[in-house]
């Protein structure tokens, strides 16, 4: 049984707000992201692009950023902000532990070559030396890898991000972390472009989570339709996380203010079930993050909102009629879990992303979460489709503070719902 | 210049949740609201219906109660659930000051006969007596409704109603309206079917406003599409109200902590500058109510969202299919101010319902107002379309608590966007 | 190379127009076309519904029959029609007059209890009398059906139907078929409810197939979208047949005056590839029929048009509302070949239905087929979703003009696009 | 009592092809039709843009081409294609050869600043030439206009094309106009950019009419979704005609193979009735071209299929976004008569443009007509919305042979369906 009795935590965080992705050829994923999906170019800097949707009135909610290539720096003097770790915490008081191997520079450890597919690794990457300057101190050079499963060291995730209603909300959370013994660092304003004051954690569950109130403003284009393009995306909507301990994770994200619309859980229902997976929100819709069963941590996927089903089926002819129809991983179809019409694809390093619509209002305060049972047919796609395998093994990996790959733990619990094998 | 910034009161008031209208001829708005709109009967008595949509998990956000026929007093033994006058008043505690002509039945006051066009009256109606037991006492028989404006009687509102987070927001609630004079009366649980305690209130604006938490559980029908009828209608988002003074109203609804997405200001914009609509929310979309400038207090209109833009053109198709064209007052279109995509439809008694969708996320620590000129021909119906005169003038009277007509005041300001004659 | 010249033959075939199709429980039946997908029901008389789209102004575009009970006539006296066998046939000889042996019933041979699930059968079927050769006089009754492969020999289809422009194209169209030693029959006005005289013929390619040209007009509903239900039926576009030699069937569908559309050809292309599928048409749309490499003679679908993507994926919504998702097989997605938007169902006796809509104009005298490589994803989805097995495996028998079961030859070419196992 | 009865002529009209405007500003042109409305430009020279349709094949169904400045030829050598003057009238007559003087530069005689407004033109125009009766020879040069209403006179259209099925329709063609006494050329391959060997001619009703077989083929973009942009324009459908005398208007479309779809007739049904309004197919959807109760003959407007009810609704978002609202001039709407979802758009000169979908089939031998009283309020738009008086008043003027506009007489009838003033 599982406890969904709501926290109400002394900070105020808004809703999920973007995220960090690192690629292995920046100008591929342009035509992915900007020329296909027409996400809109807020900012572009030598090995980054930072995209909104249409109705964002925000510098980004998608942030790409190119992995130096193989034995080198990445073009325009390193990948991401400087961070910029607490000089003094003796007394472990405004930040967190931060382990003396710590590194900076987002991916420091990763290297690709331009157009490498890189799913699909199996072996263990030797990390180059970190470039000096920005990053922290001390790293080790050549450091390798842990080894990790086959096909699950990369894509990469750099940073997901929570928006927080004030600036005074930060302190709280980094109370909130510090208390859990969780590495933090702060990012001051204009560290990552665009972006007010910020709290990076490595949370409990291993992924890097950032927190910020302010963020520069960009023009809203939700009414310049002349510029749409693409899916018509309008906003980032949530994360989707593989965690390999659903309950633990329910039990931390409860304990930062979240609520839980709808979960799925082993049968037979009762005492002895368990947690498979859970969505969760601040914003009163279906999830701004939600929990999977997985090998984690890692990240599934980013939910971007469009306006309509239309724009999720253009998506697809869009796609196919450029030559791209293997970026469709899964449907178009509706949802029994959030009664959304969604489709997912897979961006050219395998990040996938959900063009998502349609889901209902869950702020009422007598909201009772859903169960689904995880035998349910209907509980992925409304219509009884089944999800390919792919869906349910690949994930994005994401990187600790100091841009190193975090290890992954396989998943503890092994039921699964019908794939296509 | 408007004050746009945010007030944050001791009470959470979650959203705008349903709304009562009197009605003429029960059979006939069942014919609209049910058969030909699709909206959900959760239950009937004699003389009323309960109405939800069909993500609604609510036992009704609309109330349709059979306004008694001339001469004599409503089937069903009398319209409305019965008031719990606070029996003790003395020092003005409990309760706000109720004037001693107080009558406690909806539309006590007034009377149709089935089938009755109601716009467009234009004599004061004689109030019959009203019925005895349920009523508040010492009401004087055949009291005569203060003259109105052609067209301007009926149809009447009884109450719309907000749903708050938790119980003892009610009481802090009453304590607001208590402090700022309003008369108000409290529901004990099941006065109104299926509705927990709630406060009723005569706000500082004139309308019969409600505030509940609880409310019985109905099935919820999001996913049941073999059921789904009409225009698809979800749930209720949004009231619409006529006020004289929207600089006042705004400052009311600030005051109850609701924060304002759009509005619509006189030119030239700068310090001169008149406030003549605004949008508030609580839920974080582009609003819970609308505060525009006309004749008033009286109910502009309830907006009910629907799932997408079809949905909008469905009804507009089944409405004149079946001999209703009449009904559709204005668009179907794209909203410039909301960047909604609505239709406006008139019931048979003239009660005005909006079908709207595909507005935008609000909840955003720096979201700022969007400001519109009232002479901008985009703000009403981006695409440019005029709207037509009776959009503008004609609107649903507001009862008091006990049942009586609200006198209505002139409008402040006479500027007016664009119509069609 | 594929011969795509058009042919003049001297009779006008206007388009597909409808389809019999025997079901083993009526109201299973009922339930999915009329209540869930929302067909309109014509006439019904005992064992038999006829059914038309919102659009059509004719009595029937599908007609469901009652297979008889095991043991048993079938309710109300027998399904189908009486046939009136040709008085005269002119050369006395192998064609047109049908032996007194001849049953004329269809389905007369096969039997079902209600609501068994027909398809996956895998024994011989007691045939009353089964034709040697094509369909002439003279079979053994209690003859046993050559062995088909499993899930091949249920469900069945009585006949499929084209409209002629006059009377006197059904003259020609006799001589036509009479020339190629068909064996044909004709039925008088009235002896399909609502049907006027009317030509059956056992084609070349073993298909049942009807040609009339005046039917009784039933009220048209296009407008009564208070009437519409389901997927909004509108109309019969085309028929798909499984035929083992498919470019006989070209040829014969070539002489009858289709155009070809588009087509499906083995690699490499030139003159050594093979036709794999071919799309014709009468009316200036993709097409009437469709011929696709596989065992036959089977009617592979029925393609009905709908007027919008909407109307798809709400069938799927409903269907899978109502329980009945396993009867989504494909889709829905966007056809290459076509560029239709489409799903493909399943009815409760396996028949499969296509939803369809959103194919193009081919009128126009330099029209040229276009040319698919069996090979090619986008093909079948231009999205690249895989088909499954079963689309390609499964279809519905034909019966022969004394209403058996016509035996299925094996599909002549082995290329087979991808599917999922 | 209108005669309905089909007429079979020897040749073959196969469909509405194509239209040539004339306007003032090409480049304000290219924004609308090109880059807000997303046609595709086949060519361009000076002077003149060829555009089509995704889903065409050929190379253009809409020719802009810009009138001469003021005082000098057109940029670019002169607008349109040379003429060739049949050599050899047979009978030496009336008819075929044009007079020395009779130039056949379209336009000719018309003159524009660029930018300039041209509807609501108050004063007659000087013309080079003028026809007496319906455009023969020896028109004296410089002639005035006759008078005409004010906005009345531009814009104008150049010519209006139907495809035929072979080459030999053609000189089929050429003989029925020939009796009629119609004036005519001919115009050799290429004379027309892209276009085969065609006929002009100034048809009894005073249109500039063409008939033509091939044309050049241009790729199709039906399936490069990747390249849609604003409205999806796939095909030019029909062309929508004000004529002073509807019946006489009616027989001539009759006589050249053209069935009737709908019709607006005046009240009261029976012996009495006068046709208002025809809508006439050769394809066999709603129409090819309609004929509408006017002061004519003028083009009312271009139909240009689109694929769905969302691509009306994005044209007019994308036209007001852009700051084109104005160029919306009725709708969005389900047509009654149709049933089609529609928009009509002007364009910068004025030249009328209706964005159209789901129709319906027309083409069963059993086709009756579907009448429509004049004073129906569904029978424009369904919903019962009046339309502008723009729209019943304003229409673009044609050119004779000669290039100068044709005389307008005033419309017979004088019945008009409900407007807004
Ligand atoms: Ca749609
Ligand atoms: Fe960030
Ligand atoms: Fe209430
Ligand atoms: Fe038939
Ligand atoms: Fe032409």
């Known amino acids: 049984m599982v406890d969904m009795r709501w ?37 572009e800097e030598p090995g980054a692009l930072y995209l909104r949707g249409y109705e964002e ?5 998608l942030v790409l950023r190119q992995l130096p290539a193989a034995g080198g720096p990445a073009a325009g003097g390193g990948p991401g902000p400087a961070r910029r770790p ?15 191997g710590g590194r900076g520079e987002p991916g420091a450890g990763l290297t690709s070559a331009p157009g490498q597919v ?68 702060w990012l001051e304003p204009g560290d990552e472009p665009g972006q007010g004051r910020a709290l990076r954690v490595q949370d409990p569950l291993g992924f890097p989570v950032e927190f910020f109130c302010r963020m520069e403003r960009a023009e809203r284009l939700l009414q310049r339709f002349d510029r749409y393009r693409g899916a018509h995306i309008l906003r980032l909507d949530h994360f989707n996380l593989h965690v390999p301990d659903v309950q633990a994770a329910y039990d931390h994200y409860k304990a930062l203010g979240f609520r839980c619309s709808e979960y799925t859980a082993t049968d037979p229902p009762g005492p002895d079930e368990r947690l498979w997976a859970a969505w969760m929100y601040r914003k009163p819709n279906v999830h701004d993050v939600a929990l999977m069963n997985g090998d984690g941590p890692r990240l599934h996927h980013l939910g971007f909102w469009v306006s309509d ?11 196919a009629a450029a030559g ?33 619509t349609c889901d209902y209002y869950t702020g009422d305060p007598d ?13 992925g796609t409304f219509w009884g489709h089944a999800a390919p395998a792919s869906w349910f093994e690949e994930s994005s990996r994401v990187l600790d503070l100091d841009g190193r790959p975090v290890p992954v733990e396989p998943a503890k619990l092994r039921e699964r719902p019908q794939t296509v094998t």
């Open 324 to 356: 791209w129809a293997d970026a469709i991983e899964r449907g178009p179809g509706r949802h029994g879990l959030s009664n959304a019409f969604f489709v997912y694809l897979r961006d050219p390093d395998g990040h996938r992303i959900e063009l998502y």
């Open 118 to 185: 890189l799913p699909g690794t199996t072996q263990g990457h030797v990390l180059p030396a970190a470039p000096p300057g920005r990053g922290l101190p001390d790293a080790a050079e050549g450091q390798v890898l842990p080894a990790v499963a086959p096909g699950q060291a990369l894509p990469a995730a750099a940073h997901l991000a929570y928006r927080v209603a004030g600036e005074d909300d930060l302190d709280r959370l980094a109370a909130f972390f510090q208390e859990r013994g969780c590495r933090f660092t």
């Open 309 to 319: 089903t239309q724009s999720v089926l253009r998506a697809c002819d869009i796609l």
């Open 86 to 100: 607490e000089a003094q915490a003796p007394d472990g008081g405004r930040h967190g532990p931060i382990s003396p």
């Open 57 to 61: 009135q925000v510098h980004h909610s």
């Open 7 to 43: 926290q109400r935590p002394p900070f105020d965080i808004v809703r999920a707000a973007h995220a960090e992705l690192l690629v292995s050829d920046l100008e591929a994923s342009r035509r992915f992201y900007v020329d296909l999906l027409g996400f809109v170019v807020t900012a």
């Open 367 to 379: 909201f009772e979460p859903i169960r689904w049972s995880v035998n349910d047919p209907r509980r």
